[in-house]
């Protein structure tokens, strides 16, 4: 089947996000970059389901997240700030041991349409994400450009069809018979 067969059959879902900003330096009347994602997500006809604020710290990180996909109305979480080098940025490792399965062209996508726009600091960046219990994680900049940039051209355009490839059952076959899966 090709990807424009399995967009169509996927639908246009309204789909429930949680949104999560990591940063030291924001409180929800200077986090710009929640704001944004809420716009966005908004403006796509979704549904957000919780919004929240963190340090930058690991375990808070990790707590908000699980907390998060422990809502049943949520399919996806996007979580923005701390993915830097820096040695704050700690959003990566703090999430990325929850996936079940890495959705590595994400990331390699990110930067290369970051690159277009920044140039090489694109390599700067760790953006991210994965599968856990049929739900999509995306770790993204804090940046509003950034945040901007993943949405419009990555996440909000392909959600849907990602989230009907990830919940899909497995087909299986008699032992011994031959057969193709497609």
Same mark, same amino acid.
């Given at each position: ?11 246009s879902p309204v789909l ?45 990180i990790r707590a908000e997240?699980? &907390? $998060?996909?422990? #809502?049943?109305?949520?399919? +996806?979480? !996007? %979580?923005? =700030? ?37 140039? &090489? $600091?694109?390599? #700067?960046?760790?953006?991210? +994400?994965? !599968? %856990?219990? =049929? ?5 993204l900049p804090g940046s ?39």
């Open positions: 089947m090709v990807v424009g067969e399995h967009r169509s059959q996927a639908g429930g996000f949680a949104l999560l900003t990591v940063s030291d330096s924001r409180n929800e009347r200077t986090d710009k970059g929640g704001g944004l994602l809420a716009t966005l997500v908004a403006g796509a006809g979704h549904r957000i389901v919780s919004r929240g604020l963190v340090r930058d710290d690991i375990g808070e997240v699980k &907390a $998060a996909l422990a #809502l049943p109305a949520v399919d +996806a979480a !996007l %979580v923005t =700030g701390g993915t830097g080098l820096a040695p704050r940025d700690v959003t990566i490792e703090a999430v990325t041991p929850l996936f079940e399965r890495e959705i590595p062209g994400f990331g390699e996508l990110f930067r290369m349409l970051s690159f277009a726009e920044i140039g &090489a $600091a694109a390599m #700067l960046s760790r953006a991210a +994400a994965g !599968l %856990v219990s =049929g739900r999509a994680i995306f770790l509003p450009a950034a945040i901007e940039l993943a949405l419009q051209r990555l996440v909000l355009p392909e959600i849907g069809h990602l989230l009907a490839q990830a919940r899909r059952p497995a087909k299986r076959l008699p032992m011994g018979v031959p057969g193709e899966l497609d």
